[in-house]
């Protein structure tokens, strides 16, 4: 190889793995994330197609083919398609990795993260697997998507800490020992908010299980949960993560707690309101499937948006460790 090649090589394995955090290591985050959160969609899609069958076998699409067959028209397109998705979102995990194992010793909790959200691709695609083998059973379906929750909380996490990793102006203002009084308070309702998100998500799979979107046209095993008392249990968690919001903004802004955090209690309470809002509408309209993707979607959002504000509450409120970066005060609290 020329002396020229040999630079090229490089400088590309110099980009790929970098010696500490980065904008490449940024950029990789936010791909994690929103990968993760576009399998939610294309799931989402799948469902509300009547897809979920498109393929009737796992892993081959058919017993005769990997892929989809003309005879199989839209439904198999479009069940093969969420099922490519899966080789993209491999490749951002590997990716993702590599771009932080060279600094997995100075940022251990970016390498763990990235390790943990690589691992969560091939359990998808197995859950996803079982989804079809089982005929859509809806226990499956919601595990499937709580694990798709779960990744994109994970990946708001770690867009937060690559950003705090790798952008000074972030780290300043998102250092810890900023929030000493009243410190117990800002994990509290830190807690509160992300058990809140994480009940409602949970009983939205029930919801969504007993519901009318089963996956397929044919005849699809459903919840037997009484579609009015489960919706009526999904609301409680909603109205508690709602109070919670708008508690902690109110409480943010008078004690004046760090920009960051206030902007991103903003955006969660905008955010809640506006899912709330959908939640109602498609309740009252019979679920019609605009407004389900819609919910859907911010469901995703939420999982994200709440990660990132809690993440963020209990950065700027952790015991310094002047001995450390602080990259690492984050990872290791």
């Not at 197609?49 to 005769?64: H, I, N």
């Not at 779960?150 to 102006?169: E, F």
């Not at 809002?277 to 859907?296: E, N, R």
């Amino acid at each position: 190889m020329s002396t020229a090649g040999e630079g090229g090589v490089r400088r590309v394995l110099g980009r790929l793995l970098p010696d500490a955090p980065g904008a490449w290591v940024r950029a990789m985050a936010w791909a994690s994330l929103l990968a993760n959160a576009l399998l939610v969609l294309t799931g989402g899609l799948v469902r509300l197609t009547a897809s979920g069958l498109g393929c009737p076998t796992w892993p081959r699409c058919t017993d005769a083919s990997w892929t989809n067959t003309p005879e199989m028209g839209m439904h198999g397109v479009i069940e093969f398609g969420n099922r490519l998705l899966t080789f993209v979102l491999v490749a951002v995990a590997v990716l993702t990795f590599l771009s932080v194992w060279r600094s997995r010793r100075t940022h251990p909790g970016l390498f763990v993260l990235a390790l943990v959200m690589a691992l969560g691709i091939p359990v998808q695609a197995v859950l996803g697997g079982i989804t079809v083998i089982t005929g859509l059973n809806p226990w499956v379906v919601g595990v499937h998507f709580l694990v798709s929750a779960g990744l994109i909380t994970l990946g708001g996490i770690l867009v937060d800490r690559a950003r705090r990793a790798s952008l000074p102006g972030v780290a300043r203002a998102e250092r810890p020992g900023q929030v000493t009084t009243g410190r117990r308070t800002m994990r509290l309702l830190g807690a509160v908010l992300a058990v809140s998100v994480a009940l409602t998500v949970y009983l939205g799979t029930l919801v969504t299980g007993t519901g009318p979107h089963s996956g397929d046209s044919g005849d699809v095993a459903r919840h037997t949960f009484d579609a009015y008392l489960v919706t009526r249990a999904h609301a409680v968690p909603v109205y508690a993560l709602v109070a919670t919001s708008f508690l902690t903004l109110a409480l943010a802004v008078r004690a004046g707690w760090p920009r960051p955090v206030r902007r991103m209690l903003l955006l969660l309470v905008v955010l809640v309101v506006a899912q709330g809002a959908v939640g109602y509408y498609q309740f009252f309209t019979g679920l019609p499937v605009v407004a389900v993707v819609v919910h859907l979607v911010g469901a995703a959002a939420l999982c994200a948006v709440t990660a990132m504000t809690v993440e963020k509450m209990y950065a700027v409120s952790a015991v310094p460790q002047p001995s450390r970066s602080s990259g690492d005060l984050v990872a290791s609290r």
